[in-house]
């Protein structure tokens, strides 16, 4: 579908008359449609799952350089920083693949942030920067029914900065650089506010350009964003959003152990680059009829192009070996999504029912190129058409007992996915139909004014994805039963803990059987652990936040049943310390992973290409201070100097997508200073 009419039907969708109407107030109920509500800490508190939410302040006051870095201190979550800049996360929720995120059921202000949330569910472009984002909601466990699919490792909605009361102006300048001298600017723009009682408009530009840490990392994104609210009664309102990202970036890639032990800042990989671009538009229309009631209607819309070009090796059969290309690759994919979900929800004193129901059409056109060194002719590999239509319904209904302390939440959601694919080289087709009831529970107790205790138990998905639907046989959707019991416990305003012992039997997935020439539905894995985040404001100027991951995970079935999986440290800690005196607030972060395996096989000796081997433990530092100028009545500014991995830190992963051969090392030392006005 283009996205041209894809916006048409947003529009048409809600061109709608209003007629005010006198209402009768049933019960003296606020009703909140949106499973997650409002990412408060009053909402948090009380949720029934592991949630973790890192707000404005956080944000601001981290030494992270992206949002990437800021995630690294949340329990159960783990990194790859491929590039230094953000621009292509490996997000990894307990245990599950990070490479591209392929695994993270990400969004922005509730909506996919993924280029197609069912057929292609990977990062591989991320349309969101830092400066944009108002708060990160993580949440491990309890949203399945509500959010889907790919949501076996939980959710993360990157919360967007909201239109302010006032017409304000920030202007914010951000300079990264490296021992190495590489330099890396941020530049960004806020106006906006309500320009009359019921019409508010914001602008938002965000704007990074130069180099990483390492050679070949040149960096250029642009993120424009446009939001607009109107409340045309006083019991509805429209929001919407209209966002242009593109991004392009050199990928230093990996390096071969013997390069990196002279210099791990080199690129042997110089033919590697991504480039992509995506235009976003959202329209959300709210109606509250009574103060118990609520009905939305969401649509969203996406055109996107991305391409990652890389250096191949044809001939010799080294494929992605670096120092040995003769050839270059492109993969090449536009993708057109459209989605609406309309939702209502209907509470009392004692109950809340949620009913939904979305509809999601994806269509994919998918290139892969080659041309060779030696006579520069451009040869199609492959040229796919992959559309998706897919369904969802989905309904719950919690219950509240004892007064409100006692609440259960069963819930259900239907998944129907159908892939149509074609291979216009071979002139082949494929069609796979799937359909799968994911059934979901959560128990939450206030078994004190200072203890909540919650558990949940809900059955995941993932679809097969473009590359898998191409082969003859049968699919089926990968699927997950994920089970929570955790406790908040809220003494004071001076410390909070809280603890999750989680499961996830993870079956079905999905695994390419090259004697058979047939995707499968073949690997199980488990994964179980246990979250805990500590906080502790010792005086009024000092607090520290202490948190602790401990995870197991093994495979389940294969010729390396029994063995653990790659890239999971067992052990995690993060621990950040704020201080504030006067306008001055000074942050130091730790976070330590202890070490992992490179295969599933868990080869702990390095091969001499380094595509196997164990990667070692770390622990890094980071460290910034930050102030605020008053300069007038109307004109505010803030400074910060930052350090990260401040005592310079060598730590390394393998390699990942293009560049799966060799060492990627971790961010060396850099060093950071802003400056921001607003007025």
Same mark, same amino acid.
């Given at each position: 579908?283009?996205?041209?009419?894809?916006?048409?039907?947003?529009?048409?969708?809600?061109?709608?008359?209003?007629?005010?109407?006198?209402?009768?107030?049933?019960?003296?109920?606020?009703?909140?449609?949106?499973?997650?509500?409002?990412?408060?800490?009053?909402?948090?508190?009380?949720?029934?799952?592991?949630?973790?939410?890192?707000?404005?302040?956080?944000?601001?006051?981290?030494?992270?350089?992206?949002?990437?870095?800021?995630?690294?201190?949340?329990?159960?979550?783990?990194?790859?920083?491929?590039?230094?800049?953000?621009?292509?996360?490996?997000?990894?929720?307990?245990?599950?693949?990070?490479?591209?995120?392929?695994?993270?059921?990400?969004?922005?202000?509730?909506?996919?942030?993924?280029?197609?949330?069912?057929?292609?569910?990977?990062?591989?472009?991320?349309?969101?920067?830092?400066?944009?984002?108002?708060?990160?909601?993580?949440?491990?466990?309890?949203?399945?029914?509500?959010?889907?699919?790919?949501?076996?490792?939980?959710?993360?909605?990157?919360?967007?900065?909201?239109?302010?009361?006032?017409?304000?102006?920030?202007?914010?300048?951000?300079?990264?650089?490296?021992?190495?001298?590489?330099?890396?600017?941020?530049?960004?723009?806020?106006?906006?506010?309500?320009?009359?009682?019921?019409?508010?408009?914001?602008?938002?530009?965000?704007?990074?350009?130069?180099?990483?840490?390492?050679?070949?990392?040149?960096?250029?994104?642009?993120?424009?964003?446009?939001?607009?609210?109107?409340?045309?009664?006083?019991?509805?309102?429209?929001?919407?959003?209209?966002?242009?990202?593109?991004?392009?970036?050199?990928?230093?890639?990996?390096?071969?152990?013997?390069?990196?032990?002279?210099?791990?800042?080199?690129?042997?990989?110089?033919?590697?680059?991504?480039?992509?671009?995506?235009?976003?538009?959202?329209?959300?229309?709210?109606?509250?009829?009574?103060?118990?009631?609520?009905?939305?209607?969401?649509?969203?819309?996406?055109?996107?192009?991305?391409?990652?070009?890389?250096?191949?090796?044809?001939?010799?059969?080294?494929?992605?070996?670096?120092?040995?290309?003769?050839?270059?690759?492109?993969?090449?994919?536009?993708?057109?999504?459209?989605?609406?979900?309309?939702?209502?929800?209907?509470?009392?004193?004692?109950?809340?029912?949620?009913? !939904? =129901? /979305? +509809?999601?059409?994806? #269509? &994919?056109?998918?290139?892969?190129?080659?041309?060779?060194?030696? $006579?520069?002719?451009?040869?199609?590999?492959?040229?796919?058409?992959?559309?998706?239509?897919?369904?969802?319904?989905?309904?719950?209904?919690?219950?509240?007992?004892?007064?409100?302390?006692?609440?259960?939440?069963?819930?259900?959601?239907?998944?129907?996915?159908?892939?149509?694919?074609?291979?216009?080289?071979?002139?082949?087709?494929?069609?796979?139909?799937?359909?799968?009831?994911?059934?979901?529970?959560?128990?939450?107790?206030?078994?004190?004014?200072?203890?909540?205790?919650?558990?949940?138990?809900?059955?995941?998905?993932?679809?097969?994805?473009?590359?898998?639907?191409?082969?003859?046989?049968?699919?089926?959707?990968?699927?997950?039963?994920?089970?929570?019991? !955790? =406790? /908040? +416990?809220?003494?004071? #305003? &001076?410390?909070?803990?809280?603890?999750?012992?989680?499961?996830? $039997?993870?079956?079905?997935?999905?695994?390419?059987?090259?004697?058979?020439?047939?995707?499968?539905?073949?690997?199980?894995?488990?994964?179980?652990?246990?979250?805990?985040?500590?906080?502790?404001?010792?005086?009024?100027?000092?607090?520290?936040?202490?948190?602790?991951?401990?995870?197991?995970?093994?495979?389940?079935?294969?010729?390396?049943?029994?063995?653990?999986?790659?890239?999971?440290?067992?052990?995690?800690?993060?621990?950040?310390?704020?201080?504030?005196?006067?306008?001055?607030?000074?942050?130091?972060?730790?976070?330590?992973?202890?070490?992992?395996?490179?295969?599933?096989?868990?080869?702990?000796?390095?091969?001499?290409?380094?595509?196997?081997?164990?990667?070692? =433990?770390?622990?890094?530092?980071?460290?910034?201070?930050?102030?605020?100028?008053?300069?007038?009545?109307?004109?505010?500014?803030?400074?910060?100097?930052?350090?990260?991995?401040?005592?310079?830190?060598?730590?390394?992963?393998?390699?990942?997508?293009?560049?799966?051969?060799?060492?990627?090392?971790?961010?060396?030392?850099?060093?950071?200073?802003?400056?921001?006005?607003?007025?």
């Amino acid at each position: 579908m283009k996205i041209s009419h894809a916006v048409a039907l947003i529009l048409l969708a809600n061109t709608i008359s209003y007629a005010q109407t006198e209402t009768t107030q049933l019960e003296d109920v606020q009703v909140q449609g949106s499973w997650l509500g409002d990412a408060s800490t009053q909402t948090v508190k009380k949720y029934v799952g592991s949630r973790t939410v890192l707000d404005s302040e956080y944000l601001e006051k981290t030494p992270a350089l992206n949002l990437e870095e800021a995630l690294r201190t949340v329990p159960g979550i783990q990194i790859q920083d491929e590039t230094g800049t953000g621009v292509l996360p490996n997000i990894s929720v307990r245990g599950l693949k990070p490479g591209r995120s392929d695994y993270l059921n990400a969004l922005v202000n509730g909506i996919p942030a993924t280029l197609a949330p069912y057929s292609h569910s990977s990062l591989s472009l991320f349309p969101v920067t830092m400066d944009t984002v108002e708060k990160i909601d993580i949440v491990r466990g309890g949203a399945a029914v509500h959010y889907g699919p790919n949501n076996v490792g939980g959710v993360i909605n990157f919360i967007t900065k909201p239109i302010t009361n006032e017409v304000k102006t920030t202007l914010k300048e951000t300079l990264t650089t490296s021992d190495e001298g590489n330099l890396l600017s941020d530049t960004y723009l806020r106006t906006g506010g309500f320009v009359k009682d019921d019409l508010g408009l914001q602008l938002q530009y965000n704007g990074i350009n130069g180099d990483s840490y390492r050679d070949h990392s040149d960096t250029d994104i642009k993120n424009v964003i446009l939001d607009a609210e109107y409340y045309p009664t006083d019991n509805s309102s429209l929001k919407s959003t209209l966002q242009y990202y593109k991004a392009n970036a050199d990928l230093p890639g990996a390096i071969l152990p013997e390069d990196y032990e002279k210099d791990r800042t080199i690129s042997q990989r110089k033919n590697d680059n991504f480039e992509g671009s995506t235009k976003r538009a959202s329209l959300t229309y709210t109606l509250n009829p009574t103060n118990n009631t609520e009905f939305s209607l969401i649509n969203f819309a996406q055109s996107s192009k991305r391409k990652f070009t890389w250096g191949w090796n044809d001939a010799q059969k080294k494929g992605f070996t670096p120092l040995t290309e003769d050839s270059i690759r492109a993969a090449d994919r536009k993708i057109d999504v459209y989605g609406i979900e309309p939702r209502f929800t209907y509470s009392t004193q004692n109950q809340k029912i949620t009913v !939904g =129901a /979305r +509809y999601v059409n994806e #269509d &994919i056109d998918y290139f892969l190129y080659q041309t060779k060194f030696n $006579d520069n002719i451009k040869n199609t590999v492959r040229d796919w058409k992959i559309k998706t239509s897919a369904y969802a319904g989905y309904i719950s209904d919690t219950i509240s007992l004892m007064n409100g302390d006692f609440t259960i939440t069963p819930g259900v959601r239907l998944e129907k996915v159908k892939m149509r694919f074609k291979d216009n080289i071979n002139n082949t087709n494929e069609t796979k139909d799937m359909s799968e009831y994911l059934p979901g529970l959560s128990v939450g107790y206030q078994a004190t004014n200072e203890l909540f205790l919650f558990t949940n138990a809900q059955k995941s998905l993932k679809t097969p994805q473009v590359a898998q639907v191409t082969k003859e046989g049968e699919l089926k959707p990968e699927l997950a039963w994920n089970y929570e019991i !955790g =406790a /908040r +416990y809220t003494p004071n #305003d &001076i410390f909070s803990a809280t603890t999750t012992l989680y499961r996830i $039997d993870y079956d079905n997935q999905i695994e390419f059987v090259r004697a058979e020439d047939e995707f499968k539905n073949y690997k199980k894995t488990l994964h179980q652990g246990i979250e805990t985040l500590l906080s502790l404001k010792a005086t009024d100027h000092t607090k520290f936040t202490l948190g602790y991951t401990y995870l197991d995970t093994e495979q389940k079935s294969g010729e390396n049943e029994g063995k653990k999986l790659p890239w999971v440290s067992k052990h995690q800690f993060s621990l950040a310390t704020d201080y504030n005196i006067s306008d001055y607030d000074l942050n130091l972060t730790g976070i330590y992973l202890s070490k992992t395996f490179s295969d599933t096989a868990n080869t702990k000796k390095e091969n001499m290409t380094g595509s196997t081997g164990e990667n070692p =433990a770390y622990m890094l530092w980071n460290t910034k201070i930050s102030t605020k100028v008053k300069i007038n009545d109307k004109l505010n500014a803030k400074f910060s100097f930052g350090i990260n991995n401040l005592f310079d830190k060598d730590y390394y992963f393998r390699g990942v997508d293009i560049s799966p051969i060799g060492r990627i090392p971790g961010q060396g030392r850099t060093y950071r200073v802003m400056a921001q006005f607003d007025f």
